[in-house]
């Protein structure tokens, strides 16, 4: 890292909507982080990603472009590869570490080598599932992983195409589900428990959890329940002891730390009913819309959100 003078009002350019089924959420979260920076002082730019977001980062060659993008593309470290090509330094993870984190199967291989706990797994490409024989196949998934079942597409966000599974006759139709929002289903063994978020900031002094947010909702935390309010109960911070807390604050950062992230991250969790704490997934572009989980933490250790966001920023510019 190399010291560099970050000017007082920096030059900020956020990237937010795109093509991906997230692209509301992401235009939502554009709008709330601008609003937060612009309080702070800073000269913020919303783009969206299109044909003139080269020459208008090549022109105006910001301080900082802090990509907000949802889904494909702007979490699979593609968009983040053209950014360091055009020389912009950028708030969040690179592009080899958000390949990594964008593969749910491969996120989870990564923490489980570094000793974290994460369900039990296994993958299925949409062509393989066709050539083998859905029924044979889904039996000898359901034999070796039991029920329930969690199935999910193996990347992607905001609990799209995701479904818990209590009854082998409904496996099926998750599955179809789940191919509609990508090619390749992940299909894990579902765990009971305190389901939380954990985000992790790193404004320059290594990467620090914040207090895990609790999630009570009456149904699954699908879209609907993640971004329309009244579905869901959040508790910031989470009803855990002390001991619990630390635990799970723990767990997010050495997931942050294994898969090389960046800036600021939020790993979802699972408190089993044993105790276990159970890497789910993480996200390299957390949400940051009014019901987004991890302002809600933010705003529960007492940060605020203007100046925190500033402060990301100019970490970002420093290196």
Request: proline share 6%; hydrophobic share 45%.
């Amino acid at each position: 890292m190399t010291d560099t003078i970050v000017p007082t009002s920096p030059r900020v350019v956020i990237l937010a909507g795109g093509l991906s089924h997230e692209r509301d959420v992401s235009l939502r979260s554009g709008r709330r982080v601008a609003d937060a920076l612009r309080a702070a002082g800073a000269e913020v730019t919303v783009h969206d990603v299109d044909a003139d977001l080269v020459p208008a980062l090549t022109q105006t060659h910001p301080d900082v472009v802090w990509p907000l993008l949802h889904g494909a593309s702007g979490e699979d470290g593609s968009v983040r590869d053209v950014l360091e090509l055009l020389g912009m330094r950028t708030l969040g993870t690179g592009p080899r570490a958000s390949r990594v984190a964008w593969s749910k199967p491969i996120a989870k291989t990564v923490v489980a080598l570094a000793g974290i706990d994460t369900p039990e797994f296994v993958t299925l490409p949409q062509s393989l599932f066709r050539e083998l024989g859905a029924t044979r196949v889904l039996d000898a998934i359901t034999e070796r992983l039991g029920l329930p079942l969690v199935v999910k597409p193996a990347s992607g966000g905001s609990a799209l195409g995701v479904s818990l599974v209590r009854d082998a006759a409904d496996l099926p139709r998750a599955m179809v589900d789940c191919f509609a929002y990508g090619d390749t289903a992940l299909i894990e063994r579902a765990v009971t428990g305190t389901e939380l978020a954990v985000s992790v900031i790193d404004t320059g002094d290594g990467p620090t959890a914040l207090p895990a947010v609790e999630i009570v909702t009456d149904g699954p935390y699908d879209y609907d329940a993640r971004y329309n309010p009244g579905r869901t109960e959040y508790f910031s911070p989470a009803r855990l002891s002390p001991e619990v807390a630390d635990r799970v604050g723990q767990a997010a950062v050495a997931a942050h730390v294994a898969l090389g992230l960046e800036h600021v991250s939020r790993t979802d969790l699972i408190v089993g009913d044993d105790g276990t704490v159970w890497f789910l997934e993480v996200n390299v572009a957390p949400g940051m819309t009014e019901t987004s989980l991890l302002p809600q933490a933010a705003e529960a250790a007492g940060f605020e959100l203007s100046a925190l966001y500033l402060a990301l920023v100019r970490a970002a510019a420093r290196v």
